[in-house]
């Protein structure tokens, strides 16, 4: 008897765990299907699209740059003879840097007026015996041929002698010079380098909705890095006509009242104050492409519905819209990984 319930027992369990295999089978099942329902409608949060009051008044850093600077090349052949100006002194346009020896030259041009002279009396007796038999016309040709080359021969020796004197062709502090007494020069050789720093100029990046606001003559102010406890008054001077591959536009700003504690390349942040205007402002996080090519997805009838539109940058999170969207749609801001257009879609509260 024991031998036949021991099979029963046996088979009565095997029925147990392939019911309860069966129905866990059944309930995952159920479950998957389920999952899969949900997984028809992502989850997204949305931005309702309104008019607000948009302050466009902003504050952006950059570095000074010196009005105007250059370095200063040779254009006469000869050895530095005479330094007039050293390292850290400030010229004024015109005024003599160095001279060059220039003895050779004076020598030349000594000969060269000679025989001009020479050709200017042979040429005043050849006219005048012009139409004779004592001088033939190629004779008097060949002689005021000569007179001509000779005047055009010291007007070259004069504008090589002109070189041999250097001069400042601005005004400014001398930043580096390049020359020794001895220093054999030759056309094209550095000798100094002047930097004018007056006035000074701030150079700053700013976004495209920015650039728009900001035009000549309009006043900035400006606080040094250096200096946090003075602010000084600049006006724009320079705006750039276009964006950089970042859409970014140079502005250059002047101080009015400069100090002698600012040097170029010195950091500064530049304050541009302007009355705050309606705009409609979505979520950076909300674009699908860059920049360039910006769209969206809005939220509409329960679907993601992709949109192109036009914005403008305003700061790093901000962007102004331009065109493509009105008043009271949703554009969607998280959500967008595997999102699609005409996907369902869930608003997340």
């Known amino acids: 008897m024991k031998k036949l319930i021991t099979p029963i027992v046996i088979v009565f369990l095997a029925g147990v765990i392939g019911f309860t295999l069966y129905k866990n089978k059944e309930e995952m099942g159920v479950k998957a299907e389920q999952a899969m329902k949900t ?7 949305t931005q309702l699209i309104t008019k607000t009051s948009n302050s466009i008044s902003f504050t952006t850093n950059g570095t000074f740059i010196p009005s ?3 370095i200063l090349k040779s254009e006469g052949s000869g050895k530095v003879v ?5 390292k850290g002194d400030y010229v004024s346009k015109g005024d003599v840097i160095a001279r060059l020896d220039d003895e050779l030259l004076q020598a030349e041009l000594s000969i060269a007026e ?3 002279q020479q050709y200017t009396r042979d040429l005043r007796r050849y006219e005048n015996l012009a139409g004779t038999e004592a001088i033939t016309e190629k004779q008097l040709e060949e002689i005021q041929n000569a007179h001509k080359m000779g005047a055009s021969e010291i007007k070259m020796i004069k504008r090589r002698l002109t070189n041999t004197v250097i001069t400042a062709p601005i005004s400014g502090y001398i930043n580096e010079d390049y020359i020794e007494i001895g220093t054999l020069m030759n056309p094209g050789m550095d000798v100094v380098e002047i930097v004018n720093v007056m006035p000074l100029k701030l150079v700053v990046q700013v976004a495209e909705m920015e650039i728009a606001n900001i035009k000549v003559g309009d006043e900035v102010q400006v606080k040094v890095g250096v200096i946090p406890d003075q602010e000084f008054t600049g006006k724009v001077s320079f705006t750039s006509s276009k964006g950089d591959a970042s859409l970014k536009y140079q502005v250059e700003i002047e101080l009015e009242d400069s100090s002698d504690k600012i040097k170029p390349g010195m950091f500064a942040y530049a304050t541009f104050d302007y009355p705050a205007q309606d705009a409609i ?3 950076r996080t909300s674009l699908v492409r860059g920049v360039k090519n910006p769209e969206v997805y809005t939220l509409e009838d329960g679907k993601a519905t992709l949109k192109k539109i036009k914005i403008s940058q305003l700061g790093d999170s901000k962007l102004v819209l331009l065109e493509g969207l009105s008043i009271g749609d949703k554009v ?3 959500g967008l990984i595997n999102l699609k257009d005409g996907m369902a879609v869930t608003e997340l509260q």
Request: aromatic residues 8%; without cysteine.
């Open 39 to 45: 997984s028809e409608f992502i989850p997204v949060r």
């Open 114 to 116: 000679t025989k001009f």
């Open 332 to 334: 969607i801001t998280s």
């Open 68 to 70: 105007q600077e250059l």
């Open 82 to 86: 005479r330094i007039l100006k050293d």
């Open 281 to 283: 402002l979505i979520e």
